[in-house]
């Protein structure tokens, strides 16, 4: 009984981070538009490609720990304390909520595929440019794609950690969803 009531302001103080976290993320377009405006010096494949990045970024955060990670031996040595326990088993609680925040934070340059028409305006507003407003719509269809090949790869690597050869499969989806997402959006603008 005593365990609920410490998971409770817990549970309370990860969802209101939660809220606080989204909150800045709608508020974030303008800056992080800029940002990406400014490294680019307006050339559209340079932006598509910090676009790309920033999609794949979320399947890489949860897919290289797992696939990285050495496999389980199939003995396990026998364990005497809880913490002992603890420590043999693996977590990847923080570069899972990293990749949660990453898949939060690529949907902010973006205009939504469902209704671009205000993102779009601001977007525009700041780079000055029409290619990079087409590569961003164009893009919000396809990093969707790309999130959910890095949410794949993410679960190869966790269901088959015990397999080379899908580990590295795991990898290479994580890594080549952005790249080809990047090569369709440059190829559909150009």
């Known amino acids: 009984m005593r365990r609920v009531n410490t998971d409770v302001p817990l549970v309370v103080g990860g969802a209101g981070a939660f809220v606080v976290l989204v909150w800045?993320?709608?508020?974030?377009?303008?800056?992080?538009?800029?940002?990406?405006?400014?490294?680019?010096?307006?050339?559209?494949?340079?932006?598509?490609?910090?676009?790309?990045?920033?999609?794949?970024?979320?399947?890489?955060?949860?897919?290289?720990?797992?696939?990285?990670?050495?496999?389980?031996?199939?003995?396990?040595?026998?364990?005497?304390?809880?913490?002992?326990?603890?420590?043999?088993?693996?977590?990847?609680?923080?570069?899972?909520?990293?990749?949660?925040?990453?898949v939060l934070l690529a949907q902010v340059p973006l205009p939504a595929p469902w209704g671009p028409a205000g993102k779009a305006a601001t977007?525009?507003?700041?780079?000055?440019?029409?290619?990079?407003?087409?590569?961003?719509?164009v893009f919000a269809n396809l990093?969707?794609?790309?999130l959910a090949l890095g949410l794949v790869a993410a679960v190869v690597a966790k269901v088959y950690h015990h397999a080379a050869a899908l580990r590295v499969l795991a990898i290479i989806l994580a890594v080549g969803a952005p790249v080809v997402g990047w090569f369709l959006v440059v190829h559909a603008i150009g």
Request: aromatic fraction near 4%; proline fraction near 6%.
């Open 24 to 102: 800045l993320l709608m508020h974030a377009t303008v800056p992080l538009v800029t940002v990406f405006d400014f490294a680019s010096d307006g050339r559209p494949k340079l932006y598509a490609a910090f676009l790309a990045g920033l999609a794949g970024l979320a399947g890489l955060l949860l897919t290289l720990p797992r696939a990285l990670a050495q496999p389980v031996a199939a003995v396990q040595p026998s364990v005497r304390s809880r913490r002992q326990a603890s420590a043999l088993r693996r977590s990847h609680l923080r570069t899972d909520v990293l990749g949660v925040v990453a």
């Open 123 to 137: 977007i525009a507003n700041i780079t000055k440019s029409p290619e990079i407003v087409e590569l961003s719509a």
């Open 143 to 146: 990093s969707l794609a790309v």
